[in-house]
């Protein structure tokens, strides 16, 4: 049974920083695309960043380049989204995401099939 979990999220100040981890149990990933997806009260869940697991290519929205970093932990099977310079636009519910048939770090919701509980991020102004 495949499981993700997400942690790492928590209530900060616009401008700090945050570490938000994926943990993939069940099987791996290694030839495949993760990523983080997020959604706001009211609002459509939307694409924040994917990684190639294999190649390591990243994907990033618009509205996160430059203050977000994905990465990949082969040996322990986890992903990692480095949040920068938050802002309070970027508070949501996030959920990271794995797909068992994309290879490519795709922006699209319906190309992963796994999907975790979610962590909060609340950032204040």
């Known amino acids: 049974q495949v499981q993700l979990a997400e942690s790492g999220g928590g209530s900060v100040q616009a401008g700090d920083s945050l570490r938000l981890s994926c943990a993939a149990s069940g099987r791996t990933f290694r030839n495949y695309a993760m990523g983080w997806f997020r959604q706001a009260p009211g609002k459509e869940r939307e694409f924040v960043s994917a990684?190639?697991?294999?190649?390591?290519?990243?994907n990033y929205a618009d509205s996160v380049k430059g203050r977000f970093t994905i990465s990949r932990d082969n040996a322990k099977n986890t992903m990692v989204l480095q949040m920068d310079s938050l802002k309070p636009e970027d508070t949501a519910l996030y959920y990271c995401?794995?797909?068992?048939?994309?290879?490519?770090?795709?922006?699209?919701?319906?190309?992963?099939?796994?999907w975790g509980q979610g962590t909060q991020v609340t950032v204040s102004s």
């Open positions: 995401a794995a797909s068992g048939f994309v290879s490519s770090p795709s922006n699209s919701p319906r190309m992963y099939n796994y």
């Open positions: 990684i190639a697991w294999g190649t390591g290519s990243t």
